[in-house]
């Protein structure tokens, strides 16, 4: 396993430059980053004690810096320090300026400025938050996005990450022997996915959660059991047309990307003039 130091350097809350670096490092096999995380330099005496832990762990530094006195002041350190020294968001930033005919703003965090989608998200996380696994049902038409689906299979997860995305997103789950809630079938503005996952994979983590809880193993983790669970929900999601993500072997930002899609089509479906 390679080792190496990683400075992450952002004037904001690093979200950006993290993604980056993950979405990068994920590509390389046996490496392992000791990431030095350093958030909301926009001073200064801020960017001179990142340069210090730079010269005490010299590694690649990757920043997202928009005030140009901060950013030449690092940039002209790693330079005398010989460590790479690399502007993740200029390419893009160059890029759009030119397409744009604009001048670049340089404001440090405004991607983060409290405005009106960011307060659409936090009502979203509300929403979902006491929408969570069946609960509220009456409303549930409110929604933008309903999950259906078993036991175990990321539902509450994959709510939580499209609240983020400002989507108010609700769950309900899928339990033997007990009538899917009427607000459900009855939901007309609000997408209804069905999500499914390969039955084997389901009855693992489900004894798996047993084991967690100290609880003696039931029908909940038979495979046999659980593969009629998937089967009838299957059968439930066909009948109502509702579409269908299984996400056996997808994680949950990839299922809520799928989702977004739906959602999108969906909105722009409703949103069309029917003639």
């Not at 901060?70 to 010989?82: F, G, Q, S």
């Not at 709510?159 to 997103?169: D, E, F, Q, V, W």
């Amino acid at each position: 396993m390679k080792s190496f130091h990683l400075h992450l350097v952002s004037d904001a809350t690093g979200e950006t430059v993290s993604s980056v670096a993950r979405a990068c490092l994920v590509q390389f096999e046996n490496v392992q980053p000791i990431q030095h995380l350093w958030w909301l330099v926009r001073t200064q005496g801020q960017v001179e004690r990142v340069i210090a832990g730079i010269e005490a762990n010299p590694g690649l530094v990757l920043f997202t810096l928009v005030d140009a006195g901060v950013r030449a002041v690092l940039e002209e350190a790693c330079k005398h320090l010989h460590v790479a020294c690399i502007p993740v968001l200029d390419p893009v930033m160059v890029a759009l300026a030119g397409f744009l005919e604009e001048e670049v703003h340089a404001q440090p965090g405004r991607q983060h400025v409290l405005d009106a989608e960011y307060f659409k998200r936090i009502d979203a996380m509300h929403f979902t938050l006491a929408h969570d696994d069946g609960q509220l049902t009456d409303d549930l038409d409110d929604a933008d996005v309903i999950l259906v689906g078993v036991s175990r299979t990321s539902k509450t997860p994959t709510c939580m990450y499209l609240a983020n995305r400002g989507l108010k997103a609700a769950n309900v789950p899928l339990v033997p022997g007990v009538t899917l809630p009427p607000p459900v079938l009855a939901a007309r503005h609000a997408l209804v996915v069905g999500l499914t996952k390969d039955p084997k994979s389901l009855s693992d983590i489900r004894r798996n959660r047993l084991k967690f809880l100290n609880q003696e193993e039931t029908d909940y983790a038979d495979v046999d059991k659980v593969r009629e669970e998937v089967n009838n929900a299957r059968r439930l999601f066909a009948r109502h047309g509702w579409p269908v993500i299984d996400v056996t072997r997808r994680s949950i930002e990839e299922a809520s990307a799928s989702i977004l899609q739906l959602f999108a089509r969906h909105q722009a479906h409703r949103e069309a003039p029917h003639k």
